[in-house]
């Protein structure tokens, strides 16, 4: 069995597949390794973002 592994979307927090979502890593202290990863819609980073912002990623609208 290939059961696919669920995310929520950290901005809408509903359900989405890892493979389709975007990870965001959060890292907070720079002096550490420690990053914090959540993962997003690729659409709704896209709204969240602003538009001055350069998307490196695919999104439907
Ligand atoms: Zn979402």
């Known amino acids: 069995m290939s059961e696919e592994l669920r995310v929520l979307c950290c901005f809408c927090g509903k359900d989405s ?10 890292q ?3 002096n550490t390794d420690e990053v914090q990863a959540v993962y997003a819609h690729a659409k709704c980073l896209n709204k969240v973002l602003h538009r001055s912002v350069p998307r490196g990623f695919e999104f439907k609208t």
């Not at 597949?17 to 959060?26: A, D, G, L, R, V």
């Open 17 to 26: 597949t890892f493979h389709n979502s975007i990870e965001i890593t959060i």
């Open 28 to 30: 907070c202290d720079k």
